[in-house]
Nanobody, 120 residues
Framework: QVQLVESGGGLVQAGASLRLTCAFS????????MAWFRQAPGKEREFVAS????????FYADSVKGRFTISRDNAKNTVYLQMNTLKPEDTAVYYC?????????????WGQGTQVTVSS
C-alpha cells in the first residue's frame, strides 16, 4: 500500500521560504506522477503543482508560478516543493498526492498533510 508522509511545514513570515518534502513508500515511485495540493480554512482543496514520472514536465497553479518549484528524486523516493517569497494567502495545509494510471483509470493516494502558516 502506497504511503506518503509530508514534512517541512511551519510558521514563517511573509517573504520567507520553506521546502516541503514528501516521502513515498509502498510502491514503485518512478511509476507515479506526483503533485502538491493545499487546503486553506473554509476553502476547497486546490491544485498547487505537479511533476511527471520522469520529472521532465511540471505544472503550476497561476497563484504560485514563479515562486514555487516542484522536483523529485526518484533515487530517494521523494518529491519536494520549494516555496519562495511566501505570502499570507499561501497559508494552508499542504498535501502530497501520488497518481498512477491502471487500466485506464487513475488511482490517487494522499498524505496526511503539513501545515504552512505565513504571517504578515
Amino acid at each position: 500500500q502506497v504511503q506518503l508522509v509530508e514534512s517541512g511545514g511551519g510558521l514563517v513570515q511573509a517573504g520567507a521560504s520553506l521546502r516541503l518534502t514528501c516521502a513515498f513508500s509502498g510502491g514503485s515511485f518512478s511509476g507515479y506522477a506526483m503533485a502538491w495540493f493545499r487546503q486553506a480554512p473554509g476553502k476547497e482543496r486546490e491544485f498547487v503543482a505537479s511533476i511527471s514520472v520522469s520529472g521532465a514536465n511540471t505544472f503550476y497553479a497561476d497563484s504560485v508560478k514563479g515562486r514555487f518549484t516542484i522536483s523529485r528524486d526518484n533515487a530517494k523516493n521523494t518529491v519536494y516543493l520549494q516555496m519562495n517569497t511566501l505570502k499570507p494567502e499561501d497559508t494552508a495545509v499542504y498535501y502530497c498526492n501520488a497518481a498512477i494510471q491502471v487500466r485506464g483509470n487513475y488511482l490517487h493516494y494522499w498524505g496526511q498533510g503539513t501545515q504552512v502558516t505565513v504571517s504578515s
